[in-house]
């Protein structure tokens, strides 16, 4: 499941940036990125210092990116959670991106209404023995209060505007943003709760067998605050948590035919 959330992700987040979708399947997607992203994600400083000061038009690169891990084939690259690229990917959306408002491009010549979404992108950090990372995008309607998860992928079938189409309106929220953000955070923590946690109790078993194993080490030596300062690092290691952390998202008013 969290492969098939990061493909949507990744689709979504180039084509939010104008990139062209050159070839997908299940598991691997190639782009053709524009000058901006080829900036700010290939580290080619010099070849573009280069190519303005000549006069060139430059030639943005095609990237290919594997999500998953049984159609690696050593050419292309590889992206997971905790993969230099996608920490890459993330902190550009920090950066640049992290909250927007955007209206669906309606061509019409009569009245109509635009109702508002919170959308929120969301990583989903389990943290333990071992470490593992999930995407979810929410949408949330701040008027009748339903609720959809891969939004994203909804929202990259439309067309969105900086600016409002002629002849719409927008209808004003009636659930406040903090309102949205808790129901939002509500549907996470049930879902979280809904997960198998066998990882959470094998980062406790671990997490007592190595502080079983450091106070054999320190028996009979006295010297209780290396010790305990020890402890204390391996119980900030092992002990198991999850952790929510907003990526992006904004306000999006759309058609109500959701």
């Known amino acids: ?26 598991g691997a997607l190639t782009v053709q990125l524009t000058e901006d992203m080829d900036r700010a994600l290939m580290n080619r400083p010099f070849y573009w210092h280069y190519i303005k000061k000549m006069g060139y038009a430059g030639d943005p690169k095609q990237l290919t990116l594997i999500t998953d891990p049984d159609k690696r084939d050593g050419k292309n690259e590889w992206i997971h959670y905790g993969s230099p690229r996608l920490h890459q990917i ?4 920090h950066e ?23 959308v929120t992108n969301i990583k989903i950090s389990y943290q333990g023995k071992q470490k593992k990372d999930e995407m979810v995008s929410i949408g949330l309607h701040l008027v009748n209060g339903a609720m959809k998860v891969k939004m994203m992928a909804i929202l990259q079938e439309k067309s969105l505007h900086n600016a409002i189409s002629d002849y719409c309106f927008t209808i ?9 953000f808790k129901r939002i955070e509500n549907v996470l923590e049930s879902y979280v709760q809904d997960q198998d946690h066998d990882w959470a109790e094998a980062s406790r078993k671990k997490m007592a067998e190595e ?17 305990k300062k020890e402890i204390d ?16 998202g904004g306000i999006f008013y759309l058609q109500d035919h959701q």
């Open 90 to 93: 993330v902190n550009h959306l």
């Open 233 to 248: 690092d391996i119980q900030k290691r092992y002990s198991p948590r999850i952790t929510f952390e907003v990526i992006n």
């Open 96 to 118: 640049h991106e992290k909250y927007t408002k955007l209206y669906e491009r309606i061509d019409t010549n009569q009245k109509t209404a635009l109702y508002p979404w919170l």
């Open 1 to 26: 499941m969290a492969i098939n959330h990061l493909h949507d992700f990744l689709q979504s987040y180039f084509t939010a940036h104008h990139c062209t979708i050159v070839h997908q399947e299940e």
């Open 211 to 227: 502080i079983d194993l450091l106070r054999h080490f320190y028996k009979g030596e006295g010297n209780e605050q290396d010790m």
């Open 172 to 180: 004003s929220p009636m659930i406040k943003l903090h309102s949205g």
